[in-house]
């Protein structure tokens, strides 16, 4: 079990928009060898092959009905809150916006000169 836990110092200003995404990959080998299928799974050697989003995965993470995409209006102050539980450091983007960095696990992020 994994995922976020929110504690809003005091003065916190909420955004117009705000989301909490934890992002996740597995080796769906594991799960289909504990299924009874004819899968190896070797910690060693994981193969990635599901990505989740909030523990979601694509088609849904598609569909506005189950939280996304994320609708947001010109001018909206929106807050992205990542965090990534893969094995691995993973890049993510948004896709027709422009975004800043404004922490980083949970300490502020220097302003870049």
């Not at 190896?40 to 523990?55: K, M, V």
């Not at 189950?66 to 990542?82: A, F, K, M, N, Q």
Request: glycine share 8%.
């Amino acid at each position: 079990m994994y995922g976020i836990l929110r504690i809003d110092p005091e003065g916190y200003e909420a955004a117009d928009v705000e989301q909490f995404m934890t992002l996740k990959d597995c080796d769906t080998r594991l799960s289909r060898s504990y299924g009874g299928e004819d899968a190896t799974y070797d910690l060693q050697n994981r193969r990635p092959d599901a990505f989740t989003i909030n523990g979601r995965v694509a088609p849904y993470t598609f569909n506005p009905d189950h939280g996304s995409p994320i609708v947001v209006s010109e001018g909206d102050t929106v807050r992205l809150h990542l965090v990534n539980a893969w094995f691995m450091s993973h890049p993510m983007y948004t896709h027709n916006h422009r975004f800043r960095t404004v922490e980083k696990d949970g300490a502020e992020y220097p302003e870049v000169m």
